[in-house]
Nanobody, 114 residues
Framework: VQLVESGGGLVQPGGSLRLSCTASGLIFSRYVMSWHRQAPGKERELVAI????????NYADSVKGRFTISRDNAKNTVYLQMNSLKPEDTAVYYCKAQSAFAYWGQGTQVTVSS
């Protein structure tokens, strides 16, 4: 099983980024997918989660109204659209696939700074 994140980078406050996570080696449509982040010196936290069919989502309070999680089961990919980014969104972002087992990607760095 492999999860590969992409789309991170450096962006100014107020800007946008879209993260992608493409999975292989698993039946993607059977997995709940989520995005998590970990800032330096802090614990990893859940950012957004989407059910296997894509019809139900939930978000951390800190990102509600700014971030949108979505998935394309035909492409084995989950996305995180991040708008109105703030410096406090700076972190390494990880995707996770959860069913009977959990799998993590390697992470992608997001830095929000002027």
């Amino acid at each position: 099983v492999q999860l590969v994140e992409s789309g991170g980078g450096l962006v100014q406050p107020g800007g946008s980024l879209r993260l992608s996570c493409t999975a292989s080696g698993l039946i993607f449509s059977r997995y709940v997918m989520s995005w998590h982040r970990q800032a330096p010196g802090k614990e990893r936290e859940l950012v957004a989660i989407i059910n296997s069919a894509g019809g139900s989502t939930n978000y951390a309070d800190s990102v509600k109204g700014r971030f949108t999680i979505s998935r394309d089961n035909a492409k084995n990919t989950v996305y995180l659209q991040m708008n109105s980014l703030k410096p406090e969104d700076t972190a390494v972002y990880y995707c996770k696939a959860q069913s009977a087992f959990a799998y993590w990607g390697q992470g992608t760095q997001v830095t929000v700074s002027s």
